[in-house]
């Protein structure tokens, strides 16, 4: 799994677990992101969301995938790039907005 969601107590965590492509994060990552954020913030039992790495990764986040982009533009996959674009902007928003602290733990190299 790229990345691994979990609640303990009133802490849930998400945690980025693609360390051979330095964390850089995909569509399919953006979107167990968003969702589990989704429910963290309509959960009353969840007061924290964690984000961090695997444990001994060089990086927190690269950023998004470029090459998974990249060969979406190339195939004139528009709708794909879009998605990716749409739904990590989303992510921004819903941290932004939410009512739960956000803790962010960043090492090695990080990217935003």
């Keep these: 799994m790229e990345i691994l969601v979990s609640t303990l107590s009133s802490l849930a965590t998400i945690t980025l677990n ?3 492509h ?3 994060v995909t569509t399919a990552m953006t979107r167990t992101i968003s969702e589990h954020i989704k429910r963290c ?5 969840i007061n924290h ?5 695997r444990q001994g990764d060089r990086a927190f986040c690269a950023g998004g995938d470029v090459k998974e982009l990249a060969k979406a533009m190339n195939a004139k996959q528009d709708a794909k790039v ?3 674009f749409t739904v990590e ?12 602290k ?3 733990l ?7």
């Excluded at 913030?41 to 039992?45: A, F, K, P, Y």
């Excluded at 902007?89 to 739960?100: D, G």
């Excluded at 960043?106 to 935003?112: F, K, L």
Aim: glycine share 2%; aromatic share 4%.
């Design 102 to 104: 956000i803790i962010a």
């Design 82 to 84: 879009q998605e990716f």
């Design 106 to 112: 960043m090492d090695g190299i990080t990217s935003n």
């Design 22 to 24: 330095l964390n850089a």
């Design 41 to 45: 913030n309509t959960d009353n039992r």
């Design 89 to 100: 902007y989303n992510i921004n928003v819903q941290l932004a907005e939410s009512r739960k």
């Design 49 to 53: 969301i964690l984000i961090r790495n």
């Design 18 to 20: 693609r360390p051979t």
